[in-house]
């Protein structure tokens, strides 16, 4: 039932994104990683860096995924720590040959959700899956 509730979260970004509300869309992929690697885990008790460290400690989790999750500079953490506690409208990503990519341009965040959510989406899938497979072992 949990798992329902997660895909739903991940239907309602792809549908945000649909509706061209890439910045929502995006808040919602970012919390439904970060609820389903808890769930996954069964503890609620630590932060997502944590939780990161746990789930590739256990090997569900490969290094590559861990460091495109968990960077603060160049991984899906930093984006997400920018949006949740800094002011995002000050910063910029790089985009393609080293154009900057303002937070502060509603195309921004379309370009951030096309590139990162089929490859967070395809983590998550992996984490579900390899953790099914611990506990079947």
């Known amino acids: 039932m949990i798992l329902l509730y997660?895909?739903?979260m991940l239907s309602t970004s792809l549908r945000l994104h649909d509706g061209e509300e890439d910045y929502a869309a995006i808040l919602v992929l970012f919390n439904a990683m970060e609820l389903i690697c808890k769930s996954v885990r069964e503890n609620h008790n630590q932060n997502y860096l944590e939780d990161l460290s746990d789930l590739k400690n256990k090997?569900?989790?490969?290094?590559?995924?861990?460091?495109?999750l968990?960077?603060?500079?160049s991984g899906i953490r930093g984006i997400r720590n920018i949006m949740t506690h800094r002011n995002a409208y000050q910063y910029c990503l790089e985009g393609p040959e080293d154009t900057?990519?303002?937070?502060?341009?509603?195309?921004?965040?379309?370009?951030?959700?096309?590139?990162?959510?089929p490859r967070i989406i395809?983590?998550?899938?992996e984490i579900i899956n390899n953790s099914r497979r611990k506990i079947e072992e």
């Open 6 to 8: 997660y895909g739903d």
């Open 59 to 68: 090997n569900i989790l490969s290094e590559e995924y861990y460091e495109f």
């Open 70 to 73: 968990a960077n603060k500079e």
């Open 100 to 117: 900057a990519l303002p937070l502060s341009e509603v195309g921004t965040w379309t370009v951030i959700f096309e590139s990162y959510a």
């Open 122 to 125: 395809q983590i998550l899938y």
